[in-house]
């Protein structure tokens, strides 16, 4: 068996969006910021939470409560959370406006015809499902991707919260058994 290795193929590989790399940058220049603030720009002193979801995803609307309770949990100590769906802006406002109180975090939409965010975020990451979430820490470094439902998400945002998430860490450790 002979390998072959190819210097172009590495260095594509290396500008991939996955753990342990910042995000593609431009991320608000694609987006309709429906409610909450603008994120311009992935602040040093915050952790943000970017979930992909859709009005018609049923494990997405399940989500949303408990989205909503992380940020009113977690936001006085850095944590910022983005839903972002490709749907049209009158749609996802109106889901908004229904849900109120229930989905209390920034939401955003992708911007018609762009596909600025769908291919450098989900594709780029080999991501096929929604929700998914991606949580990038105080580095500025995409840290976990994932299922918001998932049991241990909560846990990957503490620790994230906290500075002692290290992904490249945990996935050097063997589970006992």
Same mark, same amino acid.
């Given at each position: %068996?002979?390998?072959?290795?190819?210097?172009?193929?590495?260095?594509?590989?290396?500008?991939?969006?996955? =753990?342990? *790399? @910042?995000?593609?940058?431009?991320?608000?220049?694609?987006? +309709?910021?429906?409610?909450?603030?603008? *994120? @311009?720009?992935?602040?040093?002193?915050? =952790?943000? *939470?970017?979930?992909? #979801?859709?009005? #018609?995803?049923?494990?997405?609307?399940?989500? /949303?409560?408990?989205?909503?309770? %992380?940020?009113?949990?977690?936001?006085?100590?850095?944590? $910022?959370?983005?839903?972002?769906?490709? @749907?049209? *802006?009158?749609?996802?406002?109106?889901?908004?406006? +229904?849900?109120?109180?229930?989905?209390?975090?920034? =939401?955003?939409? $992708?911007?018609?015809?762009?596909?600025? /965010?769908?291919?450098? #975020? !989900?594709?780029?990451?080999? $991501?096929?499902?929604?929700?998914?979430?991606?949580?990038?820490?105080?580095?500025?470094? %995409?840290?976990?991707?994932? &299922?918001?439902?998932?049991? &241990?998400?909560? &846990?990957?945002?503490? !620790?994230?919260?906290? &500075?002692?998430?290290?992904? @490249?860490?945990?996935?050097?450790? +063997?589970?006992?058994?």
């Amino acid at each position: %068996l002979a390998l072959s290795f190819s210097p172009a193929a590495h260095a594509q590989d290396e500008k991939k969006f996955k =753990v342990g *790399v @910042e995000p593609p940058a431009g991320f608000a220049d694609h987006l +309709e910021f429906i409610q909450g603030d603008k *994120v @311009e720009t992935f602040s040093k002193d915050k =952790v943000y *939470v970017v979930e992909f #979801w859709a009005t #018609w995803c049923p494990p997405c609307k399940r989500s /949303i409560p408990h989205l909503t309770e %992380l940020q009113k949990d977690y936001g006085s100590r850095g944590l $910022q959370i983005i839903g972002v769906s490709d @749907e049209p *802006v009158d749609l996802v406002k109106k889901f908004v406006k +229904e849900k109120g109180s229930a989905m209390d975090y920034t =939401v955003a939409t $992708q911007k018609k015809d762009d596909t600025f /965010i769908a291919e450098k #975020w !989900m594709q780029a990451t080999g $991501q096929k499902g929604i929700p998914c979430a991606f949580v990038i820490a105080r580095t500025g470094k %995409l840290v976990h991707i994932g &299922n918001p439902l998932d049991p &241990n998400f909560d &846990n990957v945002i503490k !620790m994230t919260l906290a &500075n002692r998430y290290d992904p @490249e860490l945990l996935s050097r450790v +063997e589970p006992s058994i």
